[in-house]
């Protein structure tokens, strides 16, 4: 069972576009973390967000919590070439045994093409 | 200091080597982790230590042995292994039982089983 969905799962753009990544669940986290991921490197966390509704931003990357911090987004502009990898969102368990665990989405495989 | 270390980086081992992967922390987390991770594919938890002690097993075949000798070393002890096991082993670390840990990986070990 794959508690979050993360959405799309390909995307392909050229440098200068925007874009926005989804992830979604029925299950409620007491917070969420966003990774980027490069071939042969392990992944490197870019934020957490704790709480519903919260925006947080990374230069021209902005995250933000859904209000029932079920789902969260993010959200690239004017894409460089260099941001480029795989970006996993990764829920972390709030009670009994799943405090403290992450639960993967399936990532989103960004590519900007010069 | 965020440093996971993983040695080696890369391993080729024949189906009837022993080898062991290694991992280290000096952040004082007290939880370690073992993923798998495939092509294009996002992280599979194997093990969790808590404490030292394992708390999760998800299921892993016995070629596979976790070890953690103290708070900021785990080890992994492959044998008999097969080559669809061949994959990226990441290893992570972050504080124990929080509700809104946060983890931190080491670049991984990518694995060859020929």
């Known amino acids: 069972t794959q508690l979050l969905e993360q959405s799309p799962q390909f995307l392909s753009i050229q440098e200068g576009e925007n874009l926005t990544v989804y992830c979604n669940s029925s299950s409620v986290f007491s917070s969420l973390q966003w990774y980027r991921q490069e071939p042969g490197e392990g992944p490197v966390l870019l934020v957490t967000?704790?709480?519903?509704?919260e925006v947080k931003k990374l230069k021209r990357l902005t995250f933000q919590f859904g209000d029932a911090r079920k789902d969260s987004s993010l959200h690239i502009t004017a894409a460089q070439p260099g941001d480029t990898g795989l970006y996993l969102c990764a829920g972390v368990g709030g009670r009994g045994s799943t405090l403290g665990r992450l639960y993967f989405g399936r990532g989103t495989q960004l590519t900007v093409w010069p | 200091d965020t440093e996971v270390t993983q040695t080696p980086k890369h391993l080729v081992m024949g189906m009837t080597n022993k080898k062991s992967l290694k991992c280290e922390q000096h952040?004082?987390?007290?939880?370690m982790y073992w993923y798998k991770q495939k092509a294009k594919k996002p992280p599979e938890l194997m093990f969790v230590?808590?404490?030292?002690?394992?708390?999760i097993n998800e299921s892993v075949p016995s070629r596979f042995s976790p070890e953690c000798p103290n708070s900021s070393l785990l080890n992994l002890h492959l044998h008999a292994l097969q080559p669809e096991d061949s994959a990226l082993y990441l290893c992570?670390?972050?504080?124990?039982?929080?509700?809104?840990?946060?983890?931190?990986f080491g670049q991984g070990t990518r694995l060859t089983v020929v």
């Open positions: 230590y808590s404490y030292e002690k394992l708390s």
């Open positions: 952040m004082g987390h007290r939880a």
């Open positions: 992570a670390s972050s504080q124990f039982g929080r509700r809104h840990t946060e983890a931190f």
């Open positions: 967000v704790v709480t519903g509704g």
